[in-house]
């Protein structure tokens, strides 16, 4: 069995995680309530700090503002889900878990000591994700695999929205999922950057489970046919 298949054999169900970054600022609570409706099974939040990333988005106050309607119509509660590209780590890791962050993930590179940054995580009750830039090697998986709850592939440099998709990430996606499978706990696999409905398939053959987008949906004018597509080409 090849690792394609493999991947297809024990996936967890997809998540389509839409990256708020590319979102109307000036209407930022109707658009988490519009893509919840459309169909969003989790709501990305990047959080850029101007020093890990040549950019500044928005922190903890904002994930509390946006915390009360991550939901659905029917009160199903949407994760929120956190990717600091922060550095250090911690002290904001702890804020955004105050914050009602569900899950936090954080660049190995970017702490000085992984091990106890998950730690933080974990002890603050939420999930926990390490994300990997796309020329990040993977050994620190050797050592922390089992702590953690998702496994965060970049496949463009963070930094921006609406950057194209770096190929190379399939091969480290694989790569990924096979470790994942050896260690056999049920940990996601997200991938996050220049995602559109032409080539999520592709990268859940690889071993993805769980897609963020974020120009791919804030970019159109319909957001449950772009969810509705990105379904369609998964189970396609
Ligand atoms: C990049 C962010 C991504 C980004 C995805 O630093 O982590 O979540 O917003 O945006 P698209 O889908 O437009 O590449
Ligand atoms: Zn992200």
């Given at each position: 069995m090849n690792s394609s298949q493999a991947s297809q054999a024990s996936h967890a169900p997809y998540v389509i995680a839409p990256s708020?970054?590319?979102?109307d600022f000036t209407r930022l609570g109707q658009e988490v309530k519009d893509v919840i409706d459309a169909g969003a099974n989790w709501i990305h939040f990047d959080v850029m700090?101007?020093?890990?990333?040549?950019n500044l988005s928005f922190g903890p106050m904002i994930c509390e503002a946006i915390k009360p309607i991550?939901?659905?119509?029917?009160?199903?509660p949407i994760p929120i889900d956190v990717h600091l590209m922060v550095q250090p780590v911690d002290n904001l890791a702890s804020s955004f878990a105050k914050a009602g962050a569900n899950l936090i993930s954080f660049h190995?590179?970017?702490?000085?000591?992984v091990h106890r940054s998950i730690q933080v995580i974990k002890s603050l009750g939420c999930q926990v994700g390490l994300a990997f830039n796309?020329?990040?090697?993977?050994?620190v998986l050797d050592w922390v695999i089992e702590e953690l709850d998702l496994i965060l592939i970049m496949s463009v440099n963070p930094g921006f929205g609406g950057q194209s998709f770096i190929p190379s990430a399939l091969k480290k996606i694989e790569d990924v999922r096979q470790r994942i499978n050896a260690c056999g706990k049920a940990i996601r696999l997200e991938v996050d950057g220049g995602i559109k409905a032409d080539n999520v398939r592709a990268i859940a053959e690889a071993g993805a489970d769980t897609f963020v987008a974020g120009s791919a949906i804030f970019g159109q004018a319909n957001y449950k046919e772009v969810i509705q597509d990105f379904h369609r080409q998964l189970n396609a």
């Open positions: 708020i970054l590319s979102a700090d101007n020093h890990y990333v040549p991550a939901k659905t119509a029917n009160l199903v190995p590179d970017a702490s000085a000591h796309p020329a990040e090697p993977l050994s």
